[in-house]
């Protein structure tokens, strides 16, 4: 095979933000029609390195080549136009616009044009969606679509604008499993028409199925690189972090005679799920999973009394309990961690021991209705050295954390509470291998100690890892429980796209 | 199985509101005109229209204004307080210098002129210093009220330059009728004129496309080659601008210059964009539905005065208006939000 010269090139690029290195040396090569895997842990440079590519930031020393001419450092304008394209987790949409808007607007822009025909705007889009083969109704607004489909009209936008290296921050994380194949069926089309495509991506599994290339950065250096069919998962995972994992360890056999703490019978709510019974021992990790949009997250809502359900009975520890709210949840001794923990788990700009305390003020106030810091002090470090949250102090803000200690914060705050139930929606989306391994690790523990745990997710080998049930919800309905020896990755899987 | 997501047809309801709550605002609009008329035979009648035609016209034009800064993500409460300064302070200027006296569109440009210097103060602070428009708006109008009594009077001045006299009589239509003579101001073509340059713009411009974008999301207007910035100092001159023209038609319609007027009405036409289906977080509005806003507001305390509603209750009645608007766009946002959910329910 004939290796074609590189499109991109960026050459041992070094960037300091104060005394800290987060870029020292690094070089990638990216070819034409290649996808190419760009992994590490959060905080191994892997945005450090995208924002230089595309201009956001400035490099210390180092190039970058594009096409044979090389640049000390680029504009955001400079490397659009030079055809590098970065497609961001948000997906920097407009909400408010069309899907041909948003396709074709930016290309308007960068003309320099000062009247839009909507005409125009909607040739130059469907012919970019059909030149991808996708469906997308252009004459949608953005906000009614759903988020593969925004994700698609991203893609189309770069298009539009002759992308020729398209950088993409972790695609395939809000996407259900038909829609990353859908994806990958773009992104193969895409190859073929000699663009390049760079995944940055926790999910090792998914992007690596189409990767021919990778690279993988660890404290801001490249550890590996190299065609993806001389490396195996385990050989990934030792590079990104730098130490050896076994990612599968069992869980610990089921306490079969252990008390339910949580008894669900026949829980419904109109439109979203219905008839939903299932029990959760004491010590017992109960995995649900579905596709996105299956309820498997309203069922979760509904147990927090965010979206109270409309029918069933729910017990804990024996006793009926009212679910309207999320208060009556916290009394009942329930605790969530949502899915979106920036928005919904945690105050971002607020100190980690303000965090850690916010859910159990109740519990630490003295006389006169007034804050004990001291006991409030002994929480917060007991909670840290449990959780081994690294900060450098507990009054340094979680905006300064990286996305795994955050999560470590979020848990926290309902560990100290000591629940009688604890419910995790998607506990390690975005979180680093080191992290998720230790996450795992301290949520069997808890298990061990008496507590009821409900993870809910997608990732399936997490889920055999760690969970000694798995029930499986499709629209709405529980379709089938996984235990013991039926309960392997194959199995999940095929239930979830039966 | 039972199926869960019900038939994803488009919603009855949104067909019939159209993009921008036009559709419910014609129904609104007639469902009023047939009550009222039943109620009081008199409505119907050209009286009402010449009456809605010259409360419409001043306010329309100050609706344009609001209408692009509110579709930019902002909002401005300055802009009665820039219309009476540019109004007030023509009559004043041509009174004392005689400067432009016989000619009632230069005292048009300069009220425009007057109106873009002061819209710069709010281009400065919101563009330049990147403070909240609220409060940058709020204060602008004290300075410029408090400048305009300071400065420039604070006396009601009932001569005005013969120019400004003579269109302040222009009339297009004149209806007679036992209670006397109703009429419209030749005014009301620049008024829709307006209106239409502000649809053009909106729709086939990228200056105005890109507006929306802002309203949209800054940030991704930004990173998509938008000059947040530049567009932004555009919006708050355009909208001092069309606040002085709107001051001007004020002034010269009432006929008398009165430097206490307008600041304090900034209520009816907020309240009449909002009804005409502009989103209050931003990016969304059209120019058919703020004019059917404003005709509607007018319409409503017009029908309050024909009901034998005493004339306080006008506030009252605008301001709950005003929240009936604003809750209708977060229910809508709601019902379709859960439409969304089904949608990916369904494909799931």
Redesign the interface.
């Known amino acids: 095979m004939v290796v074609a010269e590189p499109l991109l090139v960026a050459s041992a690029v070094s960037k300091h933000y104060g005394g800290i290195a987060a870029l020292e040396e690094v070089s990638l090569q990216v070819r034409p029609g290649e996808v190419h895997c760009l992994a590490g842990e959060n905080g191994s440079g892997k945005s450090t390195l995208i924002k230089v590519i595309s201009g956001v930031e400035t490099p210390d020393s180092g190039s970058i080549t594009m096409d044979g001419k090389s640049f000390a450092r680029l504009t955001p304008r400079q490397a659009i136009s030079l055809g590098i394209e970065v497609i961001f987790q948000d997906f920097s949409l407009f909400p408010n616009l069309t899907v041909a808007e948003n396709i074709a607007m930016a290309t308007y822009v960068a003309g320099g044009r000062r009247t839009v025909r909507p005409r125009t705007l909607r040739r130059i889009a469907a012919e970019v969606v059909s030149r991808i083969g996708v469906q997308l109704d252009l004459d949608a607004r953005v906000e009614d679509l759903s988020v593969a489909d925004r994700q698609l009209t991203a893609i189309c936008r770069a298009l539009a604008r002759d992308a020729r290296v398209i950088f993409m921050d972790e695609p395939t994380t809000a996407l259900t499993w038909r829609e990353v194949e859908a994806l990958f069926a773009v992104v193969r089309s895409l190859k073929d028409s000699g663009v390049a495509l760079v995944f940055v991506s926790h999910k090792l599994e998914e992007v690596l199925r189409v990767s021919d290339r990778i690279t993988v950065l660890r404290n801001g250096v490249v550890a590996v690189t190299g065609d993806v069919s001389r490396f195996d998962r385990a050989a990934i995972v030792a590079a990104m972090t730098g130490r050896a994992f076994t990612e599968t360890s069992p869980a610990d056999s089921a306490r079969a005679g252990a008390p339910p703490v949580l008894e669900v019978d026949q829980l419904s709510l109109r439109g979203y799920f219905e008839d939903v019974s299932f029990l959760v021992h004491q010590g017992e990790v109960l995995g649900v999973t579905g596709l996105l949009g299956s309820g498997r997250t309203e069922i979760a809502e509904a147990l927090f009394g965010i979206i109270p359900a409309d029918h069933g009975t729910v017990r804990v520890d024996g006793k009926p309990v009212r679910l309207r709210s999320v208060h009556d949840a916290i009394r009942a001794g329930i605790g969530y961690v949502p899915s979106d923990r920036l928005t919904q788990g945690v105050f971002l700009d607020q100190t980690i021991s303000l965090n850690v305390i916010a859910g159990s003020i109740d519990r630490l106030v003295g006389r006169g209705n007034l804050l004990r810091r001291g006991k409030a002090q002994q929480m917060v470090e007991r909670a840290a050295a449990e959780l081994r949250i690294r900060m450098s102090s507990a009054s340094a803000t979680v905006r300064s954390l990286s996305g795994g200690n955050q999560q470590r914060v979020v848990l926290a705050k309902w560990l100290v509470r000591n629940p009688h139930i604890l419910i995790l929606n998607s506990p390690t989306v975005g979180v680093d291998v080191g992290s998720k391994h230790e996450i795992l690790e301290m949520l069997r523990a808890k298990g061990r100690d008496g507590m009821g745990i409900i993870v809910i997710s997608d990732d399936v080998p997490e889920l055999v890892a760690v969970c000694h049930r798995v029930l499986v919800v499709r629209r709405g309905r529980i379709t089938d429980e996984l235990t013991g020896e039926r309960l392997t990755e194959e199995a999940i899987v095929k239930e979830l796209v039966a | 199985?039972r199926?869960?997501?019900?038939a994803l047809r488009p919603l009855p309801l949104d067909r019939l509101r159209g993009p921008n709550n036009e559709g419910v605002l014609v129904v609104s609009i007639v469902v009023l005109s047939l009550v009222v008329g039943a109620v009081d035979s008199s409505f119907w009648s050209v009286r009402t229209l010449l009456n809605i035609g010259s409360a419409s016209l001043e306010n329309v034009v100050f609706a344009m204004a609001v209408l692009i800064v509110i579709i930019s993500g902002g909002i401005d409460v300055s802009f009665m307080a820039i219309g009476i300064f540019a109004g007030y302070g023509v009559i004043v200027l041509t009174g004392s210098t005689g400067f432009g006296a016989s000619s009632a569109w230069v005292g048009f440009v300069l009220a425009a002129g007057i109106g873009v210097l002061l819209g710069s103060l709010n281009a400065a602070a919101i563009a330049g210093l990147r403070l909240p428009t609220l409060i940058v708006t709020l204060g602008t109008q004290g300075i410029i009220r408090g400048a305009m009594l300071a400065y420039v009077g604070s006396k009601v001045i009932p001569n005005y330059p013969q120019g400004l006299d003579r269109l302040s009589t222009d009339y297009l239509f004149t209806a007679s009728s036992s209670a006397g003579d109703t009429r419209l101001n030749i005014l009301i073509i620049p008024a829709v004129l307006i209106c239409l340059l502000v649809s053009l713009l909106l729709?086939?411009?990228?200056?105005?496309?890109?507006i929306?974008?802002i309203?949209?999301?800054a940030?991704?207007?930004r990173?998509?080659?938008?000059r947040v910035a530049g567009t932004q100092v555009f919006i708050y001159l355009f909208a001092g601008l069309l606040a002085g023209v709107a001051g001007m038609m004020h002034v010269t319609q009432v006929r008398l210059a009165n430097p206490y007027e307008l600041v304090g009405g900034e209520l009816d036409v907020i309240a009449a964009v909002v009804l005409g289906g502009t989103?209050i977080f931003?990016?969304?509005g059209s120019v058919s539905g703020t004019v059917l806003g404003v005709v509607l507001i007018a319409l409503i305390k017009n029908s309050l005065i024909l009901l034998g509603v005493p004339g306080t209750w006008q506030r009252a009645t605008v301001g709950l208006l005003l929240l009936i608007g604003v809750s209708a766009q977060a229910l809508s946002a709601r019902v379709?939000r859960?439409?969304?959910?089904?949608?990916?329910?369904?494909?799931?």
């Open positions: 199985m199926p869960l997501a019900p729709r086939y411009t990228t200056l105005g496309r890109g929306y974008a309203g949209g999301d940030e991704s207007a990173r998509a080659g938008f989103s931003g990016g969304k379709r859960r439409h969304v959910d089904f949608l990916a329910q369904a494909s799931a």
